[in-house]
T-cell receptor, first 113, second 116 residues
Framework: QQQVKQSPQSLIVQKGGISIINCAYE??????FPWYQQFPGKGPALLIA?????SEKKEGRFTISFNKSAKQFSLHIMDSQPGDSATYFC????????????FGTGTRLQVTL | DAGVIQSPRHEVTEMGQEVTLRCKPI?????LFWYRQTMMRGLELLIY????????DSGMPEDRFSAKMPNASFSTLKIQPSEPRDSAVYFC??????????????FGEGSRLTVL
C-alpha cells in the first residue's frame, strides 16, 4: 500500500520557469516531510524538509508548501535551471513511532534551455 | 568522510544464482537502511538496522531476501535464489542517531542488479 502519492511522474519546464511537484499522504501520524534530489547514477540526497507546524519553508529557489488539512505538500522550484534536472522524491515519516521514511514514486524533472 | 560505500556498482547474474550486495555506512552512524528502487514502485524500504540490530524487515519481499549487519561498519543484502523480477537498483543509506528521526539519510551510489 502506497502511503505517499507523488505527481506528476515526469515534468518538462523551460529555463527560468517554475517547477511544481505535488505529494499527498494518508497517514495522519506523519510529522516530517523531506524532499530528496537524485541525479543519474547517484543516490538521493536531502534537499529540503518541513514539519507540519509551519505551512511553508523556503531555501533559496526551493520552497515547500504544506497543507495539513488536505494532507498535501508540494515542492516549488523557482527560476528553474538545467542543473536542476534530476529525479525528486517526496517522503514522509512518523517520527514518534518509527525511524523510517516512506518515499513517493519520484518525479523526473527536465529543465530545457 | 568517504560517504556510504556500496559494492558492486553493477551486477549481472542469471536466474537462480545467489547475489550478495555490500554496504559500508558512514563511520559513527547508528542506523542503516536498505532500499530498492524501480521505475514502477520508486524507493521501497526493505529493512533497517539500529546499532547492528534489525528493527523492521517488513519490506523484505520474501524469504529469498536476507540482510545482516555483523558489525557497525558492514552490512550485506543477499538474494538466494535470484529472479528476473529482482532486477533493480539497491541503495544502502545511513543516518546518525544524533539527528533523531528527522536526521538526514546519506545514500550510497547504489548497486544496479540485473537478473537474466
Amino acid at each position: 500500500q502506497q502511503q505517499v502519492k507523488q505527481s506528476p511522474q515526469s515534468l518538462i519546464v523551460q529555463k527560468g520557469g517554475i517547477s511544481i511537484i505535488n505529494c499527498a499522504y494518508e497517514n495522519t501520524a506523519f510529522d516530517y516531510f523531506p524532499w530528496y534530489q537524485q541525479f543519474p547514477g547517484k543516490g538521493p540526497a536531502l534537499l529540503i524538509a518541513i514539519r507540519p507546524d509551519v505551512s511553508e519553508k523556503k531555501e533559496g529557489r526551493f520552497t515547500i508548501s504544506f497543507n495539513k488539512s488536505a494532507k498535501q505538500f508540494s515542492l516549488h522550484i523557482m527560476d528553474s535551471q538545467p542543473g536542476d534536472s534530476a529525479t525528486y522524491f517526496c517522503a514522509a515519516a512518523d517520527t514518534g513511532t518509527a525511524s523510517k521514511l516512506t518515499f513517493g514514486t519520484g518525479t523526473r524533472l527536465q529543465v530545457t534551455l | 568522510d568517504a560517504g556510504v560505500i556500496q559494492s558492486p556498482r553493477h551486477e549481472v547474474t542469471e536466474m537462480g544464482q545467489e547475489v550478495t550486495l555490500r554496504c559500508k555506512p558512514i563511520s559513527g552512524h547508528d542506523y542503516l537502511f536498505w532500499y530498492r528502487q524501480t521505475m514502477m514502485r520508486g524507493l521501497e524500504l526493505l529493512i533497517y538496522f539500529n546499532n547492528n540490530v534489525p528493527i523492521d524487515d517488513s519490506g523484505m519481499p520474501e524469504d529469498r531476501f536476507s540482510a545482516k549487519m555483523p558489525n557497525a561498519s558492514f552490512s550485506t543484502l543477499k538474494i538466494q535464489p535470484s529472479e528476473p523480477r529482482d532486477s533493480a537498483v539497491y541503495f544502502c543509506a545511513s543516518r546518525a542517531v544524533a539527528g533523531g528521526s528527522t536526521g538526514e539519510l546519506f545514500f550510497g551510489e547504489g548497486s544496479r542488479l540485473t537478473v537474466l
